[in-house]
């Protein structure tokens, strides 16, 4: 059901910026889908306790699988300066690497603790990158909630890895982002079939596979909240090849489009290589959007994948968006996918989130997409919502995913109007 691009797209329309309490995770809990793409890294969060619950509590079940990741908990006395963190710390590590011969990338992780007071982390991570090396490189980065939402949490640590590259003359593309595995390899596939390569990943799976980049590097991001990756890619010399995200049908056709036009693939070889999972994509969207169609969509800030799935659902699904919040608007990279999006949504950057929560209630939108802490209270008022941090967690990129995608927001309809259907008999 693509629609013709707008007369007028969401690129330069006024944004509604707020800023207030907010209801958002923190970058830490990035390190919940990193550690399982990244197969030979350790995430160490240098924290309080709050922040050893914060990631038990989001990676669920996974903290019995001996999940590569950890927190140094700050204790009072490294608080008070009476014992020398860095000594504490350096001890930590060497036992971690000991009992742990596999790690070869070793992410020292901030926190709003280990923030406030200033622990020169970038420092540790130097010195003990030179104690440990050519077994393990260190790195480090900031998951604290004063600096990252969510998925900055990805962005700071690709970010962090992009200086230490080595440099390449190659012309390779690199594609940016972890994704599931599984949706990598299709990506993959799609590409090869265009005759597109050498094609390097950030993150690799481990870290003898991880890319040179340089000059002749270009790259494609696969998620939309990189905006620091980009910079430091850009920094070293790579190009970006702008385009909409892969979300649906035609998000992915767009994206496939950009690339294989930066590498010369003619139209025959595009079609031919994309026909067929296009048409798949489509019936499959086409099974949910017979429950989407009419309906609307407000989503409360969360990952910032929020305008290309707001692309998604209006173009693809047939849903109207009222409002589009997302917690950073990065209109550089953003700018295909808000081309797209029809004016009329309000897009919000940032959150006063009473102030939101009224708006969402004055205007009843049929599906509200928005984190757990607000779901079921709004549930309760009647509201259907759809748990944001899911679109996070599932493979949702390409043509494979695209009815997948598609059926994370038309489940909650469809079981409201089940639901509706038992009471009423
Ligand atoms: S990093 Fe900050 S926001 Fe995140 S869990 Fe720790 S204290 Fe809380």
């Not at 903290?63 to 006395?77: M, N, Y």
């Not at 969207?285 to 305008?307: C, I, N, R, W």
């Not at 209270?377 to 996070?392: D, F, Y």
Request: glycine share 8%; charged share 20%.
């Amino acid at each position: 059901m693509n629609a013709p691009a707008p007369v007028k797209g969401c690129r330069d329309v006024p944004v509604l910026k707020q800023r207030g309490q907010r209801e958002v995770f923190c970058g830490l809990t990035g390190i919940i889908w990193l550690h399982r793409k990244m197969q030979d890294a350790f995430f160490l969060v240098v924290g309080s306790r709050t922040c050893a619950h914060l990631l038990q509590s989001a990676a669920g079940v996974m903290i019995f699988a001996e999940p590569r990741f950890g927190t140094a908990i700050l204790e009072e006395k490294d608080l008070a300066g009476l014992a020398d963190a860095n000594t504490e710390l350096d001890r930590e590590v060497a036992r971690l690497l000991s009992r742990r011969p596999d790690i070869r990338q070793l992410f020292l992780v901030g926190s709003c603790p280990s923030e406030v007071i200033k622990l020169d982390l970038a420092r540790a991570a130097e010195r003990l990158s030179a104690m440990h090396a050519p077994a393990v490189r260190v790195y480090n980065y900031s998951g604290s909630g004063i600096e990252t939402t969510f998925t900055q949490g990805e962005d700071a640590c690709l970010a962090a890895m992009v200086p230490a590259l080595p440099v390449t003359d190659a012309r390779e593309l690199l594609l940016v982002g972890a994704l599931p595995d599984v949706v990598e390899d299709q990506a993959l596939a799609l590409l090869a079939a265009m005759g597109i390569g050498p094609v390097r990943c950030l993150p690799a799976r481990r870290a003898a596979a991880l890319t040179g980049v340089g000059p002749n590097t270009v790259f494609a991001l696969t998620q939309p909240f990189l905006g620091d990756t980009h910079a430091a890619l850009v920094r070293r010399g790579a190009t970006h090849i702008a385009a909409p995200f892969p979300f649906g049908e035609e998000g992915t056709t767009l994206w496939l489009r950009a690339v294989a036009d930066a590498f010369g693939v003619s139209d025959a070889v595009f079609e031919a290589v994309t026909a067929a999972p296009r048409a798949r994509a489509r019936r499959a969207v086409a099974a949910h959007a017979a429950t989407l169609t009419g309906k609307s969509v407000f989503f409360f800030p969360d990952s910032q994948m929020e305008p290309c799935l707001a692309r998604f659902l209006t173009r693809e699904c047939g849903m109207t968006a009222l409002e589009v919040g997302t917690p950073y608007l990065h209109t550089g990279l953003l700018g295909p996918d808000l081309d797209l999006l029809a004016e009329g949504p309000v897009i919000s950057e940032g959150q006063d989130v009473d102030l939101q929560l009224d708006r969402v209630r004055s205007l009843r939108p049929d599906l509200t997409v928005c984190g757990l802490g607000l779901a079921n209270p709004l549930e309760a008022e009647g509201l259907t919502t759809k748990w944001a941090i899911e679109l996070v967690f599932t493979p949702v990129h390409f043509y494979e995913q695209a009815g997948d995608l598609a059926g994370l927001f038309s489940r909650p309809l469809r079981r409201k109007a089940l639901l509706h259907r038992e009471a009423a008999e």
